[in-house]
T-cell receptor, first 115, second 114 residues
Framework: EPEVTQTPSHQVTQMGQEVILRCVPI?????FYWYRQILGQKVEFLVS????????KSEIFDDQFSVERPDGSNFTLKIRSTKLEDSAMYFC?????????????FGDGTRLSIL | KQEVTQIPAALSVPEGENLVLNCSFT??????LQWFRQDPGKGLTSLLL?????REQTSGRLNASLDKSSGRSTLYIAASQPGDSATYLC?????????????FGTGTLLAVQP
């Protein structure tokens, strides 16, 4: 069964450094998402992406965050200057439609640790 | 603003028992509700998606029900096994938004004792 893949599985970075998290969504999917889960807390929405542009973003997704789909397969999340509070599990998801009929499929996540 | 709650936060049962996990949402205007499984340190595996027009959805030993008007869904697991031990999350898409971002509950941590 097709799946969403994320790399790396674990990233350790010094505070203030830039980090790029990578995702390969399911090939025929059109909608792409990033979520994050701080340890012990709910999974929370960051951003959605459709037709090569951001469709919606949360309050968390400030100027230090950006997303890109540089080619036909990859979807990346960049954090420009990491903070300690960015430490979390970051999940990429994709779906065929806007979520009316088809489920969102999630990757295994990238655990980001900021030191 | 949609809020999703799951009760209980944790549940421990002996192997073979049938069990029910609960999910509540405050706004009954939903397109669907999705149940996920999360193993420790792992991603989210989609278990079932139940449409707002449906009352039930089944997959193997799992059965999800939905009562939109009362803002509730249940996930029934029959004949539980130790391999069912995980955190179970429910989520609803944000209704009427630009994209239907998922709003998650806090999850129920299930432990099935051999």
């Amino acid at each position: 069964e097709p799946e969403v893949t994320q790399t790396p599985s674990h990233q350790v970075t010094q505070m203030g450094q830039e980090v790029i998290l990578r995702c390969v969504p399911i090939s025929n999917h059109l909608y792409f998402y990033w979520y994050r889960q701080i340890l012990g807390q709910k999974v929370e929405f960051l951003v959605s992406f459709y037709n090569n542009e951001i469709s919606e973003k949360s309050e968390i997704f400030d100027d230090q965050f950006s997303v890109e789909r540089p080619d036909g397969s990859n979807f990346t999340l960049k954090i420009r200057s990491t903070k300690l509070e960015d430490s979390a599990m970051y999940f990429c998801a994709s779906s065929e439609d806007r979520g009316l009929n088809q489920p969102q499929h999630f990757g295994d996540g990238t655990r980001l640790s900021i030191l | 603003k949609q809020e999703v709650t799951q009760i209980p936060a944790a549940l421990s049962v002996p192997e073979g028992e049938n069990l029910v996990l609960n999910c509540s949402f405050t706004d009954s205007a939903i397109y669907n509700l999705q149940w996920f499984r999360q193993d420790p340190g792992k991603g989210l595996t989609s278990l079932l998606l139940i449409q707002s027009s449906q009352r039930e959805q089944t997959s193997g030993r799992l059965n999800a029900s939905l009562d939109k008007s009362s803002g509730r869904s249940t996930l029934y697991i029959a004949a539980s096994q130790p391999g069912d031990s995980a955190t179970y999350l429910c989520a609803v898409p944000n209704y009427g938004g630009a994209t239907n971002k998922l709003i998650f509950g806090t999850g129920t941590l299930l432990a099935v004792q051999p």
